[in-house]
């Protein structure tokens, strides 16, 4: 039940139970014990998130296509065998990342239009994947 809960509480897709990442996760947290010490908010989207942030092919292959299968390769160049979710998420990483940094960098000191530049840009990028543009 507290894996459910978990999901739940932190309105998490539960599509992600079928994430690869989440099952390695599972097995390590089992395999750990129960000395695992959690890593804090702040390890996670700063240290630990630079030791995957070049990985972002990697990454994206964790996410399930538009048939909900998980792909061992992905092909940016065509477009039509690529879900939607994939194109963005490769194409606007740069924007997803500069935003999650500077609201990460904010946080708790959460206030209205924080990071607006960055949120547009990633905003704008999304759009532009939508429409074909990029």
């Known amino acids: 039940m507290d894996i459910v809960d978990f999901f739940y509480k932190n309105g998490l897709t539960f599509n992600v139970a079928s994430s690869p990442s989440f099952v390695k996760m599972l097995r390590l947290v089992w395999s750990y014990g129960c000395g695992l010490k959690p890593p804090t908010t702040h390890e996670l989207s700063t240290s630990l998130l630079i030791k995957v942030e070049g990985n972002t092919e990697a990454i994206v292959e964790e996410f399930p296509d538009a048939n909900g299968r998980f792909s061992s390769s992905v092909d940016m160049k065509d477009k039509n065998s690529t879900s939607t979710l994939r194109r963005i998420l490769v194409n606007c990483s740069v924007q ?36 074909g543009k990029a």
């Open 96 to 131: 997803a990342k500069e935003y999650g940094g500077c609201v990460a960098a904010k946080v708790p000191e959460v206030e209205h239009d924080m990071c607006l530049k960055q949120f547009l840009a990633l905003k704008n990028c999304m759009q532009n994947m939508l429409r």
